[in-house]
């Protein structure tokens, strides 16, 4: 008596390709994410850190130091550029307000938002984080 053994080759090679391609689809849609998440929190990060540098430099700061109060292109250059890691500056955009104006009690609002492209066939993100904090000094 002979047990006959089915050939199945031929299936095996058509169901890895499609469990294949779809775990590798995953795992690549997967990386993606992650790398929007990081950038994303960076752009926050980027945000508080313009809020809490820009507080502390209003009109009080002025009078006592004799250092002008601080400007929007000032938090951009001495804060947010510096401090860019992973992010490309030429998609970056930042927006700093005072409101009603720098003095201590007003607060300062910060706004940074990236042009995030993806690595994938995907359409652009604007990645876009507000930090506003109150006026300390």
Do not use: C
Request: hydrophobic fraction near 45%; charged fraction near 20%.
């Amino acid at each position: 008596m002979r047990i006959r053994v089915q050939r199945r080759a031929g299936a095996l090679v058509v169901e890895s390709a499609v469990v294949y391609s779809l775990l590798m689809l995953l795992l690549i849609g997967l990386i993606v994410a992650g790398l929007g998440v990081f950038r994303y929190h960076e752009v926050a990060w980027l945000a508080r850190e313009g809020a809490r540098y820009a507080s502390v430099r209003g009109e009080i700061f002025q009078r006592t130091t004799g250092t002008p109060a601080a400007t929007p292109e000032e938090v951009y250059n001495k804060v947010i550029l510096p401090k860019v890691v992973a992010l490309d500056v030429k998609n970056l955009t930042y927006s700093v307000t005072w409101s009603p104006n720098n003095k201590q009690g007003s607060e300062v609002t910060v706004t940074v938002t990236y042009k995030w492209l993806p690595e994938l066939f995907f359409g652009g993100r604007d990645l876009t984080s507000t930090s506003t904090v109150k006026m300390n000094f």
